[in-house]
């Protein structure tokens, strides 16, 4: 059974074999992503999530389903918050640097972030 709650934010991945795979994150900070029929989920009580981001199945350490980033702030309002990538699609790994919100190249998957200091970074 998928996700039925309201998502907080949501991103749309980049093509994969079999289409597109919207992932969305929820107040929770769980994270889920498009499975066909329902959201199913990636990972759950990371909490703290302010911006989501997913890139091509191309890029280095990325899951079947994209190349997923994420930015927890816990609640910071000018202050950078966490990056981390769902390397694999097993694991978050926390990423040097902080950003209050994140994109992704749909080309190379390359984070671009900007910073609470309103600073952009690729």
């Known amino acids: 059974m998928g996700k039925t709650a309201d998502a907080k934010r949501a991103s749309l991945g980049n093509r994969c074999i ?64 966490n990056i981390y990538q769902f390397q694999f699609g097993l694991s978050w790994v926390q990423i040097p640097g902080g950003a209050v919100r994140i994109s992704v190249s749909p080309d190379l998957g390359v984070p671009w972030i900007v910073n609470g200091s309103g600073q952009i970074f690729e």
């Open 18 to 81: 079999t289409g597109r795979y919207p992932w969305i994150f929820d107040t929770a900070g769980d994270v889920y992503f498009w499975g066909g029929a329902g959201f199913l989920p990636a990972s759950t009580g990371l909490g703290c999530i302010s911006s989501l981001a997913v890139g091509p199945t191309s890029a280095p350490f990325s899951g079947v389903f994209g190349d997923v980033w994420i930015v927890k702030d816990c609640g910071l309002t000018t202050a950078s918050g």
